[in-house]
């Protein structure tokens, strides 16, 4: 079992950086892979990215080249740094983890998961 909590999230103007983190507590925390996901009002839960167990990565196609995850094992975190924010990236955004073996690659799929943080809120200004 592994518990998430998310760094405070904030309100920055566009074109502004902000990095979350995700700070797990529990067992085993190297057998999971964590993902991070985001949720506008009125719009469903979507993909932003993940980090597997290997340290592999993936990223939804409106992040790519803006936002990079990393992790840091020791500190049992994982960051997710944002750039180049747009109004359009305003959500609340989530982190959750999933326990998987080493060579399976980041999932985009919400439902791969079984632990979700409470979520934390990013809101971009024009």
């Known amino acids: 079992q592994v518990q998430l909590v998310e760094s405070a999230g904030g309100w920055v103007q566009a074109g502004d950086s902000l990095r979350l983190a995700c700070v797990a507590s529990?067992?085993?925390?190297?057998?999971?892979?964590v993902g991070w996901f985001r949720q506008a009002p009125g719009k469903e839960r979507e993909f932003v990215g993940a980090i597997s167990r290997a340290g592999g990565t993936s990223y939804a196609d409106s992040v790519k080249g803006r936002f990079s995850i990393s992790r840091d094992i020791a500190k049992k975190t994982v960051y997710l740094e944002m750039n180049r924010l747009k109004p359009e990236d305003t959500a609340l955004y989530y982190c959750?983890?999933?326990?998987?073996?080493?060579?399976?690659?980041?999932?985009?799929?919400?439902?791969?998961?079984?632990?979700w943080g409470q979520g934390t809120q990013v809101t971009v200004s024009s």
């Open positions: 529990g067992h085993s925390y190297s057998r999971y892979a």
């Open positions: 959750a983890a999933r326990s998987t073996i080493l060579t399976v690659p980041p999932s985009s799929d919400s439902s791969d998961y079984n632990y």
